[in-house]
């Protein structure tokens, strides 16, 4: 066994794992696609869930304002994308007049990490199938029941077969706040030969009501685990 092969096999827990001698290990080793974030800029808003999230200012306008005039927010590596929804008119009684009403939008990020690209192999993806983790963390607020969304894809060499998803829409109960982060995450095993890329997109709500309110994500994450699935 080459050196920089031994290198991956002991410091990655590979025992069992496919591990060709045609694969270039100085290469894998240098990569290190095993146990750290794939996803490039985790945390473009400037947040971390170790630090409690920002609190909208005394005139009910979040200090950061909207993510288009950000100047300290950085959103490479991600897709960007705004959907406006329709003023909601449920609840009104008929006849009832309105002055104003809240106007929500959906802010979508996506990124596909590609794991080739990253480090991985074949053998190791199609027969070992480790465990793919996936973690997003947003703030919790009143803004509305429905404020965050995760949808993540596992897809084939084409980059549109999809092999496996995951979707996650929390529900927030808006009688209770505790100011804080909240966790998202789940793990894609055994699901089966053919993964080659990740595709990632969270959805975070915004409200436009005499000033602008924003929910935030921070530390994203899509980790490959070096865990034999029981597959």
Known sequence: MSEWKKRCAEEWSLQGAP?????????????????????????????????????????????????????????????TSTETLPYDRSGIPA????CQLPRYSWFTMEQVVDLKAEGLWDELLDDFQPEIFIQDWYNENRLHKSIFELHVKLLGVDKITVIS????????????????????????????????????????????LNGFYEALSSDSSVMVRPTKTSA
């Open 19 to 79: 591990m060709p001698d045609s694969q270039d290990w100085k290469s894998v080793y240098d990569a290190k696609p095993l146990g750290r974030n794939l996803l490039k800029n985790p945390s473009p808003h400037g947040v971390s869930k170790d630090t409690p999230p920002p609190e909208p200012d005394l005139h009910g306008v979040s200090r950061r304002g909207p993510p288009s005039f950000q100047p300290d927010v950085d959103f490479s590596g991600w897709t």
């Open 95 to 98: 006849g009832a007049v309105i």
């Open 165 to 208: 998803e995951h979707s996650a829409k929390p529900t927030e109960d808006r009688s209770a706040y505790s100011h804080t982060w909240k966790e998202v995450s789940y793990v894609f095993s055994g699901y089966g030969p053919g993964v080659r890329y990740v595709h990632f997109q969270h959805r975070l709500k915004h409200q436009y």
